[in-house]
């Protein structure tokens, strides 16, 4: 099978002025971080899609991997590996020998926002990247949409009204396109912290997932 490989922002994309900006101060402040778009992780053939929001400051940012280095990887890695969609370790960094199986992970908007906050703006901009993702995985089959604001970016990457279908955890959305959307809370520590999303909550996503595929 022959495979397109999606497409990705250049390492110094330009296309929001405001997030260019961040990168280049954070580079000056951390010159040690990856300082760029973070691309995605994963096999271009995975039946499974992962859409997280964004990088996080000293997460993704700094590693330049999907969810490495923060809470929300911990928790993320260590489920993917339960249900058998990682193997190896996960030790933060983005040589930890650590691989994903039938799995990629991808953001929505792929360079750091300054308070983990895109605009909606800086969301539309990177929307091309992120429609490439979904169209462009020959076998991508189900995707979860890890909070409110990756939900309506998919729609939106699709071409639909963010009015579609509403967000809500662990509610499976068959979309046009025969593809399937799972949504999660996102594996955020102020979610965990807080009770919204439990450890069982988020594994919940995962069988749901495994179901989905199997399909």
Sequence with gaps: ??????????????????????????????????????????????????????????????????????????????????????????????????SLKDCRITNAVRCVPPENKPTTQESKECLSFLTSELTTLPRLKVMVALGGIAHGSVLSALGLRKSHCKFAHNAVHALPNGLVMVDSYHCSRYNTNTGRLTEAMFEDVFKTVREQIAL
């Design 1 to 98: 099978m022959s495979i397109i490989a999606p497409d990705a922002p250049a390492s110094d994309c330009p296309i929001c002025p405001r997030l260019q900006a961040f990168r280049q101060a954070n580079q000056e402040k951390f010159p040690s971080f990856h300082n760029a778009p973070v691309p995605s992780f994963g096999p271009t053939d995975a039946r499974l899609l992962i859409v997280g929001l964004a990088p996080g400051l000293k997460g993704a940012n700094q590693t330049g991997r999907p969810f490495t280095g923060d809470y929300a990887g911990d928790l993320l890695y260590a489920t993917l590996k339960k249900f058998d969609f990682a193997s190896g370790s996960y030790d933060k960094r983005p040589d930890d020998g650590l």
